[in-house]
């Protein structure tokens, strides 16, 4: 026996709902949804929909921002509550009403954003709510060891003792991962997992869901990349705009079918690349080295996109965060249109003419619980302004217009940029950027979690600031993006510049080769 | 690309909401004026209102610069301390023959001066917000305490020590004295752009600061407005009481935060206004005068303030929840 079936055994005797589940024949309906249904005030997230997922499959769901897949998942995790309709779970009708019912019935979920304790360490998130005790006392070592064993036996090679907060997000997702794979877990649903891993990453996760199915796991996956969902997935069912609009075994479906599902219309190209012609060096970086990166030289020219590909934690955002005077760069020289500059902190970046839309929306994108358009706003409140005064209307004018022109799925500029969807999140902090303008724009991870019809957009927005005379470094960990897009690729490894490529200048294996560093 | 936001009638979901919690909280400040007009004879006669509206105001005008700090998700415990102490200062300062206008200035530069450590202490220092404000309680009380030797310093301007007992239009002077700080506070918080800093910072400073916020700065101003705001109340108190001592004032920090609790501040940071910890004022002070007016023991006092305090932001907190 494994580790990982040893303490889903634990489980298993604590609770005899979990054993319900199990004796549900692969094949046969484990989970019915009738007409279920959710509103959020006036916005129906979810319209009344039935859907059935049978015991054992890997059951994907797709559909554009806001189309109502969270909403999905923590209807049936107990996270929200529903505001019609049936669930069935092994052909008798449940509440699903808290977290802990779907938890002691087996349905757990890695949610799209990671929510586990960022000052715990590994091993405390893995055990939380469930800790290893003797007369009371928590059993910290044997825990870690526990933990470590688990991590191990799952091939993620995660430390058990460290801190949560100090890992990637990518890293952070796995243990979630590895949290839910360990409690006995009947039914399990991926939240987009893979938007911020890596492929190495994402194969170690692949082949954790794959195991998972085999010892009998419905697994339900999330994902806004469909050569995950055709890779993995038995039947897929779209969502558009909260309606269920299908379910497709995924042998008798294609990928033009499932967008066109989705979006209600198809699109014939994604990678949006236009010829624009390469003008004088904006900013060239000599030597920069800082915390996370070493001795990194690049030229980013206007009308090109820079691309830095690289594993999680190779240093890339480090890198943008350095440039952008975010953190001391402690040797180095950065030249602006020719001119040496010294940038030593945000708005000496943000004068020059440097816009940064930082990687982690939740830590360092948005100010969740304040409206969308202060958001939005909030990089040219002194342009807005007369004197001390903002101007309202100017205010108003500058969020809705990013509100429009990114098809930001919300009813008013003042609703908190917590309630909208994780794709329309990253859109705000990418309008964000858009209303100030700048020379040079670092994106890093700009299209997490970002439906493929605003990726598109997105895209195409790029192609519309290069042709302005911009240039830009786009920062990704998804490999045909930055394939396709870049101008110029560069690999990161270990805070190191490993490698540097035109335009489809090496293969895919080449790049990845360099990144892994084999 | 198909446009797909749809505008629908919640347009305006949270104004309206705020809207409904600002009447809520008159419609209780009313609410108490009719009760105690009824079973109090004392209540309505202008004595007594224009002693409420006196005591209030001192409280208000603390509450409004607490806020602004609690916006940035921090805390101000120092401004009871400074009220004290700006009395001692005016006190003394006057004794010393220095000019009453040149007076005032000065103990208003002196709260600058407290607002502006804090500002380092919490920046520069890394210190908890609570820590530093805590700390300088204590010391202020202290310093003021050394100045006067433990005693009091008596002011004998006549023109000063009237002014907290006049009226004009029929209003107290001291009344006028919130407007005169409120009006700006309001355009400063909810009109220009360093109020939508004080929010992104309590919000997510790392984001504000990415955004190119001087958060920094941001914070400075936040203690030093609240600090100036305290020094401001000390000349006050000064007037009304007509002395200087250190240990006036004594546990205002309090009734300040409450006010801004009670006026849908959120500890949290990142929620309030400037209307609100007004009325939480008046609301405070009318519980406290009508307390007074019942007989009611003053250790009630305290207990009834604290059940208000949890009963409002509970059903604050239902609010919330019900919008999510
Ligand atoms: N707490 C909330 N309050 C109000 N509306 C909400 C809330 N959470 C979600 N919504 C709305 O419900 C709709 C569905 O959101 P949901 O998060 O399910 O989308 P999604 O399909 O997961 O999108 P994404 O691909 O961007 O993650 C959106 O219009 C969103 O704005
Ligand atoms: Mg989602």
């Known amino acids: ?518 | 690309m198909t446009i797909t936001t749809t505008e629908s009638p919640a347009a305006a979901p949270r104004r309206g909401m705020n809207i409904l919690f600002s009447l809520t909280l008159i419609g209780l400040l009313l609410a108490l004026w009719i009760a105690l007009g009824i079973v109090t004879v004392s209540f309505w006669t202008p004595l007594n209102i224009s002693n409420l509206l006196r005591q209030g105001a001192m409280t208000a005008i603390l509450a409004v610069g607490q806020t602004f700090v609690i916006i940035t998700a921090g805390i101000d415990l120092s401004v009871g301390a400074i009220v004290g102490f700006s009395t001692v200062i005016l006190a003394w300062l006057l004794q010393a023959g220095v000019p009453l206008w040149i007076a005032i200035v000065i103990t208003l530069l002196m709260g600058v001066a407290i607002g502006a450590f804090h500002g380092f202490g919490i920046v520069r220092m890394g210190l908890p917000p609570f820590i530093i404000t805590l700390a300088t309680l204590t010391s202020l009380r202290g310093v003021g305490l050394l100045i006067t030797n433990g005693s009091t310093i008596s002011i004998n301007n006549e023109g000063f020590t009237n002014f907290a007992r006049a009226d004009f239009l029929g209003i107290p002077s001291l009344f006028w004295m919130v407007i005169l700080v409120a009006v700006p506070a309001y355009v400063f918080l909810h009109l220009s752009r360093w109020g939508r800093y004080l929010f992104a910072v309590g919000s997510n400073s790392e984001a504000a600061r990415l955004s190119g916020v001087n958060v920094n700065r941001t914070i400075y101003m936040a203690y030093i407005l609240s600090a100036t705001c305290a020094a401001f109340v000390g000349v006050l108190l000064a007037s009304r009481i007509g002395i200087g001592n250190a240990t006036q004032a004594e546990g205002w920090e309090l009734q300040a935060i409450a006010s801004s609790v009670i006026g849908g501040t959120s500890l949290f940071g990142a929620v309030g206004s400037v209307h609100g910890p007004l009325i939480g004022a008046f609301i405070l002070a009318t519980i406290n005068n009508g307390a007074n007016l019942l007989n009611v023991n003053s250790f009630w006092q305290r207990i009834i303030t604290g059940l208000l305090i949890i009963v409002i932001v509970y059903f604050d907190q239902l609010r919330r929840r019900g919008s999510r």
């Not at chain 1, 952070?172 to 893979?194: C, N």
């Not at chain 1, 943008?320 to 020289?333: K, M």
């Not at chain 1, 970046?349 to 990687?359: K, Y």
């Not at chain 1, 045909?480 to 540097?500: I, K, N, T």
């Open chain 1, 1 to 518: 026996m494994t580790r990982l079936e040893d303490i889903a055994h634990r489980h298993d005797e604590a609770s005899a709902l979990l054993t319900e589940g199990s004796r549900v024949p692969a094949g046969a309906p484990i989970l019915e949804l009738k007409g279920l249904q959710k509103n959020y005030g006036y916005v129906q997230a979810l319209k009344p929909a039935t859907i059935t997922f049978l015991a054992g499959e890997i059951h994907a769901i797709v559909g554009e921002n806001g189309a109502g897949k969270s909403t999905l998942i923590k209807l049936l995790t107990g996270v929200i509550t529903r505001t019609a309709g049936e669930v069935l779970w092994c052909g008798h009708p449940v509440a699903l009403s808290t977290p802990n019912e779907a938890i002691a019935r087996g349905i757990n979920a890695v949610h799209q954003e990671v929510v586990l304790c960022p000052h715990l360490s590994v091993a405390a998130n893995l055990f939380l709510g469930d800790e290893v005790e003797r007369h009371g006392l928590m059993r910290k070592r044997q825990m870690e060891k526990m933990a470590q064993s688990v991590l191990d036996d799952l091939g993620f090679y995660l430390p058990a003792a460290a801190e949560l907060g100090s890992l990637t997000i990518g890293q952070q997702q796995l243990v979630a991962t590895a949290r839910a794979a360990m409690r006995g877990t009947q039914f399990l649903i991926f939240d987009e997992p893979t938007a911020y891993l890596t492929r190495q990453e994402s194969a170690q996760l692949f082949k954790l869901i794959r195991r998972l199915q085999s010892e009998g796991v419905t697994i339900v996956y999330i994902s806004h990349r469909m050569e995950e969902v055709f890779e993995l997935a038995d039947r897929v069912s779209v969502l558009r705009d909260g309606t269920h609009v299908g379910t497709r075994a995924i042998g008798e479906t294609n990928e033009n079918e499932l967008i066109a599902l989705m979006i209600n219309r198809s699109i014939e190209q994604i990678y949006h690349k236009e010829d624009i012609a390469i003008g004088a060096p904006i900013l060239e970086a000599r030597g920069l080295t800082g915390p996370g990166f070493e001795d990194i030289s690049l030229t980013v020219r206007a009308g090109e996109i820079v691309g830095l590909y690289g594993l999680i934690g190779a240093g890339r955002s480090e890198f943008a965060l350095g440039l952008y005077g975010r953190q001391p760069l402690s040797a180095g020289e950065v030249h602006w249109m020719g001119r040496k500059v010294k940038i030593r902190n945000e708005r000496d970046a943000m004068e020059l003419g440097i816009a940064l839309a930082p990687e982690s929306r939740r830590d360092q994108g948005l100010c969740l619980n304040l409206p969308i358009g202060l958001n939005i706003n909030l990089p040219v409140f002194g342009r807005l302004s007369r004197g001390p005064v903002i101007g309202r209307a100017e205010e108003a004018a500058n969020a809705d217009r990013q509100i429009r022109d990114l098809a930001i799925k919300t009813p008013s500029r003042r609703v908190p940029a917590s309630s909208m969807s994780g794709g329309n999140q990253q859109k705000i902090v990418i309008g964000k950027w858009l209303s100030h303008g700048a020379k040079l724009f670092i994106f890093d991870e700009p299209t997490v979690g970002v439906d493929v019809g605003t990726k598109a957009e997105i895209y195409r927005l790029f192609a519309k600031l290069l042709k302005e005379g911009a240039g830009i470094i786009l920062i990704s960990s998804y490999l045909p993006e930055v394939y396709e897009l870049a101008d110029r690729l560069h690999v990161f490894r270990g805070g190191r510049l490993v490698g540097s490529h035109d335009f489809h200048a090496a293969t895919h294996e080449d790049v990845l080769g360099e990144a892994i560093g084999v």
